[in-house]
């Protein structure tokens, strides 16, 4: 297991650590308490004159990566993988590819959104590398460019393949979910920041065609220019789907994606991952562990919930 211009973190404790040592390619273990506290789902409590309303849930927004399947381990491989194939070293002077443990991946697609972001963050604090693509490190902002859209496109490729494989499933209560809320006459959107062609062989393998044509809207991370936690992806989607954003229900799997939400005005549900089980959802209106025992009445109740608390 569950996206104006870039906003990249500054410098962190994990830059630091990288820079001090360049030859480890990995970050030693987080230190995270082995039974962490994860918040409870917020009680309900209506206000009584609402209680005969109609519900003001008019769209549910699905993330992909974290939310429909659990991915980032999948990504992860891609990526170490392409980093092997182009003979890609960082620092050069190193005798073995890049690689990204389980750990520094973990912490820095909670930081980063997007691939090319990704590899564009972590080149810029740990210096460029040699490849096959380039011999030396590239000096220039086109080579720099190209390089990161050449190892993006094969890993890309790769995760493809991986998806292809049928070794993937959706996480517990999403399909039933669309289900429902289409059932119900409530629009069904899905928003990714990862690169289109493999958010759609994903969904297409996951949700099956007939949910994938389905859906009132679909955005991936090309159709806009600024990736999570920019809200752009969910701004663009409210205008296609023709929906304030008080009528509109994100389910998001990480910090990252709950900016980005709380940043086009929305409410926002968290379905987190072993990933970002620690991280801070002070800002949702309910956390789950995944959706296999969340119904649509729930939903329809905690978007009204907050609506009344907040006006």
């Not at 799997?253 to 002070?282: K, P």
Request: net charge neutral; hydrophobic share 35%; glycine share 6%.
């Amino acid at each position: 297991m569950a996206s104006a211009s870039l906003l990249i973190p500054s410098p962190s404790p994990l830059s630091r650590r990288l820079l001090a040592s360049p030859h480890r390619l990995a970050l030693s273990p987080l230190r995270l308490p082995q039974s962490p506290r994860l918040r409870s789902p917020r009680p309900l409590a209506v206000a009584a004159s609402f209680s005969s309303s109609p519900s003001p849930l008019q769209a549910l927004i699905f993330d992909c990566d974290g939310v429909i399947l659990e991915s980032e381990h999948l990504h992860r491989q891609a990526y170490n993988e392409a980093f092997e194939h182009f003979a890609v070293r960082c620092p050069p002077s190193s005798s073995q590819p890049l690689y990204w443990g389980s750990e520094f991946y973990d912490e820095l697609q909670n930081r980063i959104g997007g691939g090319k972001p990704k590899m564009r963050w972590y080149f810029g604090e740990n210096g460029w590398p040699s490849s096959s693509i380039f011999e030396t490190p590239p000096a220039s902002d086109s080579d720099r460019e190209k390089l990161v859209d050449v190892l993006q496109d094969w890993k890309t490729e790769r995760y493809k393949e991986i998806i292809r494989s049928g070794s993937v499933e959706p996480r517990p209560g999403v399909l039933q979910l669309m289900d429902d809320a289409k059932g119900a006459g409530i629009k069904v959107a899905v928003c990714s920041a990862a690169t289109k062609s493999s958010v759609i062989l994903s969904l297409e393998n996951l949700l099956g065609l007939k949910r994938f044509q389905g859906l009132d809207c679909f955005l991936a991370g090309d159709d806009v220019k600024a990736k999570k936690p920019d809200p752009s992806i969910y701004i663009t989607a409210l205008k296609k789907l023709g929906l304030q954003a008080r009528n509109c229900l994100v389910i998001e799997d990480s910090v990252i994606g709950l900016q980005a939400t709380t940043g086009a005005g929305m409410s926002c549900i968290i379905t987190y991952t072993s990933s970002t089980a620690n991280q801070d959802f002070s800002d949702a209106i309910a956390t789950y562990p995944d959706l296999s025992n969340v119904r649509l009445e729930d939903l329809k109740s905690l978007l009204q919930n907050a609506l009344v608390a907040s006006s």
